[in-house]
């Protein structure tokens, strides 16, 4: 059966003690069955600060999963001071469970083919798209090819430039950086696929035809006519924010990251009246308008729209299209997307805020790419509950999708 994978998934390598943001703390490290009950077996190395009978009797059940059960401080207890696996140290590897030896990579089996993919809420994976000139994403075996994987296809062809997948007959002419906004992107695709789930039969012409360029120029002309206020989608994706981490400060996770973000997303929701008027921060050096800040943020973060095209395309090839999915998975996956989009872009603009508005640092955006994808990594019956629980419909209509992205 043949294998996937994007170009530079050989390439990845954990950073270990280099990491600054440790796959061991602040979030539930799976421990699978079969590596349980090895467990049961073995003794806690002697370093370990807590010892206790064998290695399972540091693991729990937490939302009927068995994971790892972690320190006061939220910390793997085979974490060691220099940030490197204490079993691995002692046992090597092969101690490890199913989720260690694997993150950050992610398989899905087809019935035809196998796609390996890495996800984004490790660092040294954002290292790796930062580094790539223009990421690659392999186009499925012929014999596999589906409508499903047509649209992905197109969907990749339009957020990054030819070529992006190992065909012959490409077609679309992608929108550069100049010329499309991010936003503008994930706009068209979310139409579009809002349009094909309303149609009654999905073939690889209709495909062709909403993704074909003159298609796509009436769209990009319709786009920019529709007045998107700025003010509506800022204090909707500020509010976002605050929903999103609600639980994971309850929960005193990524405290570091979340606390001073959200405190200045609260006062903004509470102290701003109006978008246009000039207001002031606490300890912040600044008497300008939200609209001013928000136009000059804009700015400075159109500076990382390469890397966030390839984080994005990269989401796409992971995760729009996964065994069994139907068309209106992809449109609830593209919905996740951006509820994924907005966040980063919120949290970047606070912390530009917080920072006395000067550059987005490389180490910036990949520390919030990493902590929002670890966020919002929930499995795709959790993603339904949290839209239909949060939302008015668990399929939006394309105003709302534009409200939270703007353009």
Same mark, same amino acid.
């Given at each position: 059966?043949?294998?996937?994978?994007?170009? /530079?998934? *050989?390439?990845?390598?954990?950073?270990?003690?280099?990491?600054?943001?440790?796959?061991?703390?602040?979030?539930?490290?799976?421990?699978?069955?079969?590596? @349980?009950?090895?467990?049961?077996?073995?003794?806690?190395?002697?370093?370990?600060?807590?010892?206790?009978?064998?290695?399972?009797?540091?693991? +729990?059940?937490?939302?009927?999963?068995?994971?790892?059960?972690? &320190?006061? &401080?939220?910390?793997?207890?085979?974490?060691?001071? *220099?940030?490197?696996?204490? %079993?691995?140290?002692?046992?090597?590897?092969?101690?490890?469970?199913?989720?260690?030896?694997?993150?950050?990579?992610?398989?899905?089996?087809?019935?035809?083919?196998?796609?390996?993919?890495?996800?984004?809420?490790?660092?040294?994976?954002?290292?790796?798209?930062?580094?790539? &000139?223009?990421?690659?994403?392999?186009?499925?075996?012929?014999?596999?090819?589906?409508?499903?994987?047509?649209?992905?296809?197109?969907?990749?062809?339009?957020?990054?430039?030819?070529?992006?997948?190992?065909?012959?007959?490409?077609?679309?002419?992608?929108?550069?950086?100049?010329?499309?906004?991010?936003?503008?992107? #994930?706009?068209?695709?979310?139409?579009?696929?809002?349009?094909?789930?309303?149609?009654?039969?999905? &073939?690889?012409?209709?495909?062709?035809?909403?993704?074909?360029?003159?298609?796509?120029?009436?769209?990009?002309?319709?786009?920019?006519?529709? !007045?998107?206020?700025?003010?509506?989608?800022?204090?909707?994706?500020? +509010?976002?924010?605050?929903?999103?981490?609600? @639980?994971?400060?309850?929960?005193?996770?990524?405290?570091?990251?979340?606390?001073?973000?959200?405190?200045?997303?609260?006062?903004?929701?509470?102290?701003?009246?109006?978008?246009?008027?000039?207001?002031?921060?606490?300890?912040?050096?600044?008497?300008?308008?939200?609209?001013?800040?928000?136009?000059? /943020?804009?700015?400075?973060?159109?500076?990382?729209?390469?890397?966030?095209?390839?984080? #994005?395309? @990269?989401?796409?090839?992971?995760?729009?299209?996964?065994?069994?999915? !139907?068309?209106?998975?992809?449109?609830?996956?593209?919905?996740?997307?951006?509820?994924?989009?907005?966040?980063?872009?919120?949290?970047?603009?606070?912390?530009?805020?917080?920072?006395?508005?000067?550059? %987005?640092?490389?180490?910036?955006?990949?520390?919030?790419?990493?902590?929002?994808?670890?966020?919002?990594?929930?499995?795709?019956?959790?993603?339904?509950?949290?839209?239909?629980?949060?939302?008015?419909?668990?399929?939006?209509?394309?105003?709302?999708?534009?409200?939270?992205?703007?353009?």
């Amino acid at each position: 059966m043949k294998r996937i994978r994007p170009d /530079f998934y *050989n390439e990845f390598h954990c950073i270990a003690d280099s990491c600054t943001i440790t796959c061991c703390q602040e979030w539930k490290i799976a421990v699978d069955p079969d590596t @349980n009950r090895k467990w049961k077996k073995v003794s806690a190395p002697a370093d370990v600060p807590e010892q206790k009978k064998n290695l399972s009797a540091y693991t +729990e059940k937490k939302d009927g999963l068995r994971v790892i059960q972690l &320190d006061s &401080d939220h910390r793997c207890p085979f974490l060691s001071e *220099n940030r490197l696996c204490r %079993l691995v140290t002692a046992y090597g590897d092969k101690i490890l469970s199913e989720t260690c030896t694997t993150f950050p990579r992610e398989i899905h089996r087809f019935p035809c083919h196998i796609e390996e993919t890495l996800m984004p809420c490790c660092p040294a994976v954002i290292d790796l798209l930062e580094q790539a &000139d223009a990421s690659q994403f392999p186009d499925v075996p012929t014999e596999c090819d589906t409508p499903l994987f047509q649209i992905r296809r197109n969907i990749l062809r339009l957020l990054l430039p030819a070529p992006v997948c190992s065909v012959e007959d490409y077609s679309i002419e992608p929108c550069s950086a100049e010329i499309c906004s991010t936003e503008d992107l #994930l706009l068209k695709i979310h139409y579009i696929l809002q349009e094909l789930y309303r149609n009654d039969s999905l &073939d690889e012409t209709l495909i062709r035809d909403y993704f074909s360029a003159d298609t796509l120029s009436q769209l990009s002309d319709a786009i920019q006519s529709i !007045h998107l206020p700025a003010e509506d989608t800022f204090f909707e994706c500020n +509010e976002l924010l605050q929903d999103l981490a609600v @639980n994971y400060q309850s929960e005193k996770l990524y405290c570091d990251f979340l606390n001073p973000i959200i405190s200045l997303s609260e006062y903004i929701s509470e102290s701003a009246t109006d978008f246009m008027h000039p207001i002031s921060f606490p300890s912040l050096d600044t008497g300008t308008s939200l609209s001013e800040l928000w136009s000059d /943020f804009q700015i400075r973060f159109s500076e990382v729209q390469p890397l966030m095209l390839k984080f #994005l395309a @990269n989401e796409i090839f992971s995760d729009l299209v996964t065994p069994d999915s !139907h068309l209106e998975d992809l449109l609830i996956r593209i919905q996740w997307i951006a509820l994924e989009y907005s966040p980063i872009r919120q949290s970047l603009f606070l912390q530009w805020l917080q920072n006395n508005r000067s550059t %987005l640092t490389y180490e910036m955006v990949r520390r919030t790419l990493v902590i929002i994808t670890r966020m919002t990594g929930y499995e795709e019956e959790d993603i339904r509950k949290y839209l239909t629980n949060s939302f008015e419909a668990l399929i939006w209509d394309w105003g709302y999708f534009a409200l939270i992205l703007g353009h």
